[in-house]
């Protein structure tokens, strides 16, 4: 077999079932490998979709996503989805095909430097120089994204190399390490809690899974413990649970910031302490604020609070060793752990606007007729924007995963992870949040999850506008808007003409049928996009 075959054999042999592609001339080998081989190869429409759907699905699964685009564009387009791969630590494994070696350093037609361009977002960048070495590097590739501060990993596919018969032998998984928990890490957890007076966990980042979720919520019910979610990582903690007192980042309550910074024992789950959840960098600053850190990164990239312990183990790990922390004679914390979590019941009540203008709608009534009807294992996406609060705030996050959504702050991020969501759990309800900005940012991604019978609400908000940066500049220069306003289309034509089910809300007493018609489409396996106009001043909860 030639050595694109042998790289799509190694694929197999790692567990890949899913590959998102945008084809290029530069890996024909490698396409025609995946011609008789079971991985599914989604063929997307632009390879920023790709990557992000790849992400999506490294999130989704905890293995690493795959895509595969071409040499020069298709490696600058898919540019985004590896940089969101890198800030949110998501196991993801881009392939590119690249020029033919004897081409190199000529200037020649789609040529660039992989490492150049991609070494500081991944964890590693490897070209295949060696067809013999071809199946070796990419499983050393799988090893990398998955290990340790999970990330992306770049492979670089010479064009004539792969097109070479392979002599060499098929490799196998290399089992990545998750870390371990010592008797003294138990004793210094166990400790500090045990003197604590406002204890609090902070849950986030990757190595999840359901049992984990559920002990950390046993564990924090059990001994009166709020739990914050990280940024973009609410479903670390069940969305009715007791402990759940919200998270940290954009669109938090001014509760859950004052327990961060109040608390006198924080333990941090896989999550870091970066810009984002610190209010950057003003919360929990003081040196000695007694921090234990629990995270695979022993580096702690991007961490920027105190550090009073580090133990080197993934969350999922940790979980494991929660019934041997014994909190006897532990502080009574129940008027702390009581008050967070009604602060956060009330914060995640929608409520109602009393000025919606004609023509708009409420999407408090929005979000109230989504959320009644969505199944305990609802999971939504989303990508940037204002519009992100709403389902931040709003949408009940039962089982792990529930949210994928992107730290990166990128827009073009919901509609590609909602088909990878789809792809990877079928039996789950999946509904992405999307703004009218970023609908138009691989929101041509309906027409893959239509022809792949990938069913997903798709829920607009419309406010013709760059509603985010409309709002910093009302900030910085009032009543000087400048270049944020939008002309949009009919979103709902446009949806129907890609396959979707769509239909277009504007009035206050539409909302809760035309909602059930959504999800009616959706219960006939159809692709829906419901589009909600909604005006300038209330396209977020607050």
């Not at 993934?314 to 060793?321: E, G, H, I, N, R």
């Amino acid at each position: 077999m030639h050595t694109g075959a042998a790289i799509v054999r190694t694929l197999e042999n790692l567990g890949v079932t899913r590959a998102y592609n945008v084809p290029g001339e530069s890996f024909l080998a490698v396409l025609d490998g995946l011609h008789d081989s079971d991985i599914e190869t989604i063929v997307c429409r632009h390879e920023a979709g790709a990557t992000f759907a790849a992400e999506a699905h490294g999130k989704a699964t905890g293995r690493a996503g795959v895509a595969l685009v071409t040499r020069g564009p298709g490696a600058a387009n898919a540019k985004i989805g590896v940089y969101t791969a890198w800030q949110d630590e998501t196991p993801l494994v881009l392939f590119i095909g690249l020029i033919p070696t004897s081409d190199r350093y000529r200037d020649s037609f789609q040529e660039f430097d992989p490492v150049g361009w991609f070494g500081e977002i991944t964890k590693g960048v490897f070209v295949v120089d060696d067809p013999e070495r071809a199946s070796r590097i990419v499983a050393n590739a799988f090893h990398l994204a998955e290990s340790g501060r999970r990330g992306p990993v770049v492979v670089g596919l010479p064009e004539d190399l792969i097109e070479l018969p392979f002599e060499g032998q098929l490799s196998h998984p290399i089992a990545p390490a998750h870390g371990a928990v010592s008797p003294k890490d138990i004793d210094v957890v166990a400790g500090a809690l045990r003197g604590a007076e406002r204890p609090l966990v902070v849950a986030g980042a990757q190595g999840w899974t359901q049992d984990a979720c559920e002990a950390v919520r046993h564990f924090a019910e059990k001994h009166q413990i709020p739990v914050l979610g990280e940024f973009r990582a609410s479903d670390r903690i069940h969305f009715d649970s007791p402990a759940n007192a919200g998270w940290l980042g954009t669109a938090r309550s001014d509760h859950a910031a004052e327990l961060l910074d109040t608390a006198d024992v924080v333990v941090c789950l896989g999550a870091k302490l970066s810009d984002k959840p610190t209010d950057n960098f003003t919360l929990r600053q003081d040196p000695d604020a007694c921090t234990i850190v629990v995270s695979a990164d022993a580096e702690l990239k991007g961490h920027a609070s105190c550090v009073t312990h580090h133990i080197l183990a993934d969350p999922s790990v940790f979980a494991t060793t929660l019934d041997r922390i014994d909190l006897a004679g532990a502080p009574d914390t129940a008027e702390w752990f009581n008050s967070a979590r009604a602060h956060h019941e009330q914060f995640s009540t929608p409520t109602t606007f009393d000025d919606v203008a004609d023509g708009a709608v409420d999407f408090n009534d929005v979000m109230r007729a989504v959320v009644k009807r969505l199944p305990d294992n609802a999971l939504c996406t989303f990508g940037a924007g204002n519009h992100c609060a709403w389902p931040q705030r709003f949408f009940p996050t039962r089982t792990y995963p529930s949210m994928l959504a992107t730290r990166l702050g990128a827009m073009g991020y919901s509609v590609p992870a909602a088909l990878a969501a789809k792809l990877a759990l079928p039996e789950r309800t999946i509904v992405a949040f999307s703004g009218d900005g970023e609908l138009l940012m691989n929101g041509q991604e309906i027409v893959t999850a239509v022809r792949y019978n990938a069913p997903m609400l798709v829920v607009l908000v419309d406010n013709a506008e760059y509603g985010t940066i409309r709002q910093h500049q009302e900030k910085l220069y009032p009543g000087r808007v400048s270049g944020t306003q939008l002309d949009n289309p009919d979103f709902a034509a446009w949806a129907r003409s890609l396959g979707a089910w769509a239909e277009t809300l504007s009035g206050a007493d539409e909302v809760d049928a035309a909602v059930g018609r959504a999800f009616d489409a959706l219960a006939d396996g159809r692709v829906a996009l419901l589009h909600v106009l909604v005006d300038q001043e209330h396209a977020s909860p607050s």
